[in-house]
């Protein structure tokens, strides 16, 4: 057994490499899941913390942002996987709902422009 953490095995503070990471779990539980919509939320998620979503501020607060919400997106696709290891399946309308929930679970702390 390695003496690794999770957290040294992406780079935490890099989005692309946790979206990888993220899609690489999903891929290998579900083969013919399609990553589109959550890429897509993804995208769209990272630009709201990052001020480039039209009438928002972007994230002000220390530890809820972008790399939280993403750090808990991935958190719940290695659940997500591990439970498909162990025989537990999930609908991918589910998936892709809870995933997207994951990314915007702080996303009320974003103010708005005025």
């Known amino acids: 057994m390695s003496n690794n953490q999770l957290s040294t095995l992406i780079q935490s503070y890099a989005p692309t490499a946790i979206w990888e ?17 959550l890429y897509h939320a993804y995208t769209l998620t990272a630009r709201l913390y990052n001020g480039r ?9 220390r530890y809820h942002d972008f790399t939280h919400a993403s750090e808990t997106c991935l958190a719940l696709a290695r659940i997500i996987h591990g439970a498909k290891v162990v025989g537990r399946t999930f609908d991918h309308q589910d998936i892709t709902v809870n995933l997207i929930a994951a990314l915007l679970h702080d996303a009320g702390f974003i103010q708005k422009a005025d």
Request: charge should be negative.
């Open 21 to 37: 990471e993220i899609d690489l779990l999903l891929s290998m539980a579900y083969p013919a899941f399609d990553s589109g919509r």
């Open 53 to 61: 979503y039209p009438g928002y501020r972007s994230c002000n607060t």
